[in-house]
C-alpha cells in the first residue's frame, strides 16, 4: 500500500454496541461485567468510557479545576536532607541551585543553628518561598521575623506565611483511600471555620497529600479537592472562595526495601500524578529513602520533576488530564462520595468521634490492601512477584509514618534469613505439563524469603526418602498436572515420609490427604503471609531441633 492510498483509507466508525459485540466474543464465555473492577473506593471502572459517561457531570466540573489554578506549572519542592545545620545549608545551596524552587526542610531539635548559619538561612528565605516542618521545635520560629510559604506546626500566626495545615496525608499513612483522605480535609477545614472564619481559612491555610501509585485515582483526586474546596467554600456562603496552595509528596505506601530500584517506578509514577492532577508543590522520595539515601538518589528524585519539566511541556498546560472521560468520571465519582461521607462524619458533634470514624475507615481499608497484596491481587514487583532470592536487606530499615504494604515480606525475609528452612519442589510427570505449577511455588517461596531446592523429577518414594535424608531437606511441596497429583500424593503419604508434604493446587481430595497426613497446599490466591508464617513456624521449629 502506497502512502497516498494510506491517506484515502477510511475506517468505519464503531459504535458502543459493536464494541460490546467485539469484546464478549473475545471474551469465551465469560461476561461483559468480568471486566469491571471495583477500587477501594468502592467505584466501579469500567473497560470502556464514551461521552455518555459525562453526561451526569456538571458541566463547569471541568472549568472549576482549572479557574483554581494560577499557573500550568508547579514548583519543585524536594526536602533537604542532612544531619546538622552545616549539611543542611549545604544541600539548601545545592539544590537551590540545580533546580529546587522552595526550601522545603524539617526542623529537628538536634539541628543546632548559629547566628552565622541562620544569618545565611535568612538570606535564603529572603529570595525563596518556604514549606517548613516545625512539629519538633516550634521554637525555631522565632529567629524569622517574616516568611513567605507555608508552616507545618506553627503554634500561631506567622506574617507571610500559611499556618493552617489541612493534613489528608494522615488519613493516607493510616492506610485510607482517596475518600477518607478528601473527607479528612474537609472535616480539618470546618474546625478552622468555626475558629477562625471562612475569610481566615481562604487567606491562611494549605492542604497535603501523599500520592501513591494508583496512577489515575491519585490525578481524579487531587482535582475532586479543588472541586470540594469551592462547594465547602458555598456551604459558608462563599461563592468564589480563593483555591489554596496544594502540596503534594510521592507516597511510602508502595515503596519496599526489597529490590529496592523499583521504587525509582513508583516514585515516578506518584510524581507525574502529582503533577497531572494540579499540584502547586511536589516531592518525591529517593527510591532508597528506606535505607539510606546518597547524593546520587536525591539527585534522580528531584531530577524526576525537571525532566517532567523540560521534556514534556506538561507545565505549559492547565490539567492536561482534563477532559479524559475516564479521568473526568473519576473525578466526579470522588467528589460525590467524599462530599456524602463528609456530611455523615459532620451529624456527629464531637471530633473525637469523628477522628475515631477515619481511622476506623482507613484501618478497615488498609486491611483489604494487605490482603490484596498477600494474595497477590495487587502485584508489588520484587516483593510479592519475582522476588529476587538473593535479596538482602543489609542496612536497617527506616521507620516512616505510612504503614507500608512490603513491610510483612521484608519481615519474613528477615525472619527466614534467622531460621533457614531446607525446602524441596518435587516435580512428578512431563516437565511442560507441572512447569506452571513449578512457577509459581517457586515464585511463591521466594516472595516469603525461601529458596527451594529441585529434586530429580519422578524419584521413587525409596530413593526420594534418601534424597531428602541426604540433603536436610526440611520441607517439600509435590508438583504435578492434576492427574499425576491425584493418583501419586496417596502413594507418597503412605511412605510417611520424614518431612512435612505440601501439594501444589487445589484439589477434591484435600481434606482426605491432609487425614492421611499431608501437611498443607500452596495455591493461586492463596495469602502468602498466612502460608509464610506458618512456615516459619516450621522453620523456627526445625532451628531449635538444630540447637538443642
Given at each position: 500500500?502506497?502512502?497516498?492510498?494510506?491517506?484515502?483509507?477510511?475506517?468505519?466508525?464503531?459504535?458502543?454496541?459493536?464494541?460490546?459485540?467485539?469484546?464478549?466474543?473475545?471474551?469465551?464465555?465469560?461476561?461483559?461485567?468480568?471486566?469491571?473492577?471495583?477500587?477501594?473506593?468502592?467505584?466501579?471502572?469500567k473497560?470502556?468510557?464514551?461521552?455518555?459517561?459525562?453526561?451526569?457531570?456538571?458541566?463547569?466540573?471541568?472549568?472549576?479545576?482549572?479557574?483554581?489554578?494560577?499557573?500550568?506549572?508547579?514548583?519543585?519542592?524536594?526536602?533537604?536532607?542532612?544531619?546538622?545545620?552545616?549539611?543542611?545549608?549545604?544541600?539548601?545551596?545545592?539544590?537551590?541551585?540545580?533546580?529546587?524552587?522552595?526550601?522545603?526542610?524539617?526542623?529537628?531539635?538536634?539541628?543546632?543553628?548559629?547566628?552565622?548559619?541562620?544569618q545565611?538561612?535568612k538570606?535564603?528565605?529572603?529570595?525563596?518561598?518556604?514549606?517548613?516542618?516545625?512539629?519538633?521545635?516550634?521554637?525555631?520560629?522565632?529567629h524569622?521575623?517574616?516568611?513567605?510559604?507555608?508552616?507545618?506546626?506553627?503554634?500561631?500566626?506567622?506574617?507571610?506565611?500559611?499556618t493552617?495545615?489541612?493534613?489528608?496525608?494522615?488519613?493516607?499513612?493510616?492506610?485510607?483511600?482517596?475518600?477518607?483522605?478528601?473527607?479528612?480535609?474537609?472535616?480539618?477545614?470546618?474546625?478552622?471555620?468555626?475558629?477562625?472564619?471562612?475569610?481566615?481559612?481562604e487567606?491562611?491555610?494549605?492542604?497535603?497529600?501523599?500520592?501513591?501509585?494508583?496512577?489515575?485515582?491519585?490525578?481524579?483526586?487531587?482535582?475532586?479537592?479543588?472541586?470540594?474546596?469551592?462547594?465547602?467554600?458555598?456551604?459558608?456562603?462563599?461563592?468564589?472562595?480563593k483555591?489554596?496552595p496544594?502540596?503534594?509528596?510521592?507516597?511510602?505506601?508502595?515503596?519496599?526495601?526489597?529490590?529496592?530500584?523499583?521504587?525509582?517506578?513508583?516514585?515516578?509514577?506518584?510524581?507525574?500524578?502529582?503533577?497531572?492532577?494540579?499540584?502547586?508543590?511536589?516531592s518525591?522520595?529517593p527510591?532508597?529513602?528506606?535505607?539510606?539515601?546518597?547524593?546520587t538518589?536525591?539527585?534522580?528524585?528531584?531530577?524526576?520533576?525537571?525532566?517532567?519539566?523540560?521534556?514534556?511541556?506538561?507545565?505549559?498546560?492547565?490539567?492536561?488530564?482534563?477532559?479524559?472521560?475516564?479521568?473526568?468520571?473519576?473525578t466526579?465519582?470522588?467528589?460525590?462520595?467524599?462530599?456524602?461521607?463528609?456530611?455523615?462524619l459532620?451529624?456527629d458533634?464531637s471530633?473525637?468521634?469523628?477522628?475515631?470514624?477515619?481511622?476506623?475507615?482507613?484501618?478497615?481499608?488498609?486491611?483489604?490492601?494487605?490482603?490484596?497484596?498477600?494474595?497477590?491481587?495487587?502485584?508489588?514487583?520484587?516483593?510479592?512477584n519475582?522476588a529476587?532470592?538473593?535479596?538482602?536487606?543489609?542496612?536497617?530499615v527506616?521507620?516512616?509514618?505510612y504503614?507500608?504494604?512490603?513491610?510483612?515480606?521484608?519481615?519474613?525475609?528477615?525472619?527466614?534469613?534467622?531460621?533457614?528452612?531446607?525446602?524441596?519442589?518435587?516435580?512428578?510427570?512431563?516437565?511442560k505439563?507441572?512447569?506452571?505449577?513449578?512457577?509459581?511455588?517457586?515464585?511463591?517461596?521466594?516472595?516469603?524469603?525461601?529458596?527451594?531446592?529441585?529434586?530429580?523429577?519422578?524419584?521413587?518414594?525409596?530413593?526420594?526418602?534418601?534424597?531428602?535424608?541426604?540433603?536436610?531437606?526440611?520441607?517439600?511441596?509435590?508438583?504435578?498436572?492434576?492427574?499425576?497429583?491425584?493418583?501419586?500424593?496417596?502413594?507418597?503419604?503412605?511412605?510417611?515420609?520424614?518431612?512435612?508434604?505440601?501439594?501444589?493446587?487445589?484439589?477434591?481430595?484435600?481434606?482426605?490427604?491432609?487425614?492421611?497426613?499431608?501437611?498443607?497446599?500452596?495455591?493461586?490466591?492463596?495469602?502468602?503471609?498466612?502460608?509464610?508464617?506458618?512456615l516459619?513456624?516450621?522453620?523456627?521449629k526445625?532451628?531449635?531441633?538444630?540447637?538443642?
Open positions: 500500500m502506497t502512502i497516498n492510498d494510506m491517506k484515502q483509507t477510511k475506517f468505519n466508525e464503531a459504535s458502543f454496541t459493536e464494541w460490546e459485540q467485539a469484546a464478549v466474543k473475545s471474551l469465551k464465555g465469560k461476561s461483559l461485567e468480568s471486566l469491571e473492577t471495583k477500587t477501594l473506593e468502592e467505584i466501579i471502572l473497560p470502556l468510557y464514551t461521552l455518555a459517561d459525562l453526561e451526569n457531570i456538571p458541566d463547569e466540573q471541568t472549568k472549576t479545576v482549572r479557574e483554581s489554578k494560577e499557573s500550568a506549572s508547579w514548583k519543585v519542592a524536594q526536602p533537604s536532607v542532612g544531619l546538622t545545620s552545616e549539611e543542611i545549608l549545604s544541600d539548601l545551596n545545592e539544590s537551590l541551585s540545580k533546580g529546587n524552587n522552595v526550601i522545603n526542610y524539617k526542623v529537628e531539635i538536634d539541628h543546632k543553628w548559629n547566628d552565622s548559619q541562620l545565611e538561612l538570606e535564603l528565605f529572603q529570595h525563596y518561598e518556604v514549606l517548613l516542618d516545625v512539629k519538633n521545635d516550634p521554637s525555631f520560629l522565632k524569622f521575623d517574616y516568611l513567605n510559604g507555608s508552616i507545618i506546626g506553627a503554634e500561631e500566626e506567622f506574617k507571610g506565611a500559611r493552617l495545615h489541612l493534613d489528608g496525608s494522615k488519613l493516607h499513612k493510616a492506610g485510607g483511600d482517596a475518600i477518607s483522605e478528601l473527607a479528612s480535609v474537609l472535616v480539618q477545614a470546618d474546625t478552622f471555620v468555626h475558629l477562625h472564619g471562612i475569610e481566615k481559612v487567606e491562611n491555610a494549605f492542604v497535603q497529600f501523599s500520592v501513591d501509585t494508583n496512577f489515575f485515582m491519585e490525578i481524579a483526586k487531587l482535582r475532586a479537592f479543588r472541586i470540594l474546596w469551592k462547594a465547602f467554600g458555598e456551604a459558608f456562603g462563599k461563592e468564589n472562595a483555591a489554596i496544594v502540596y503534594a509528596e510521592t507516597s511510602l505506601r508502595s515503596f519496599s526495601a526489597l529490590d529496592e530500584t523499583v521504587n525509582l517506578l513508583r516514585a515516578g509514577n506518584s510524581t507525574l500524578s502529582c503533577v497531572l492532577g494540579g499540584a502547586d508543590f511536589v518525591a522520595y527510591y532508597n529513602y528506606l535505607t539510606g539515601t546518597t547524593a538518589s536525591n539527585r534522580i528524585a528531584r531530577n524526576m520533576q525537571l525532566v517532567l519539566k523540560e521534556e514534556t511541556h506538561i507545565q505549559r498546560v492547565i490539567d492536561a488530564a482534563g477532559g479524559s472521560f475516564y479521568i473526568e468520571s473519576l466526579n465519582q470522588l467528589v460525590e462520595k467524599a462530599w456524602t461521607y463528609f456530611i455523615e459532620m451529624k458533634s471530633p473525637e468521634s469523628r477522628e475515631s470514624m477515619l481511622l476506623q475507615r482507613a484501618q478497615e481499608k488498609w486491611e483489604l490492601q494487605l490482603k490484596a497484596v498477600s494474595s497477590r491481587k495487587k502485584s508489588l514487583i520484587g516483593t510479592n519475582y529476587n532470592p538473593d535479596d538482602v536487606i543489609e542496612n536497617p527506616k521507620h516512616t509514618d504503614k507500608r504494604l512490603a513491610e510483612p515480606f521484608e519481615d519474613l525475609r528477615k525472619a527466614f534469613k534467622q531460621f533457614p528452612l531446607k525446602a524441596a519442589i518435587l516435580p512428578y510427570g512431563v516437565l505439563e507441572y512447569k506452571p505449577r513449578l512457577d509459581y511455588v517457586n515464585g511463591f517461596l521466594n516472595a516469603i524469603g525461601i529458596t527451594p531446592v529441585l529434586a530429580e523429577a519422578n524419584l521413587k518414594p525409596f530413593d526420594l526418602q534418601q534424597w531428602i535424608e541426604n540433603d536436610n531437606i526440611q520441607y517439600a511441596v509435590f508438583v504435578g498436572n492434576d492427574d499425576q497429583t491425584a493418583g501419586l500424593v496417596p502413594a507418597l503419604l503412605n511412605e510417611k515420609l520424614s518431612v512435612p508434604l505440601d501439594v501444589a493446587g487445589k484439589f477434591e481430595e484435600y481434606e482426605d490427604w491432609l487425614e492421611a497426613g499431608l501437611s498443607g497446599s500452596i495455591y493461586a490466591g492463596q495469602s502468602l503471609l498466612i502460608k509464610g508464617k506458618e516459619l513456624a516450621l522453620a523456627q526445625e532451628g531449635s531441633h538444630d540447637n538443642a
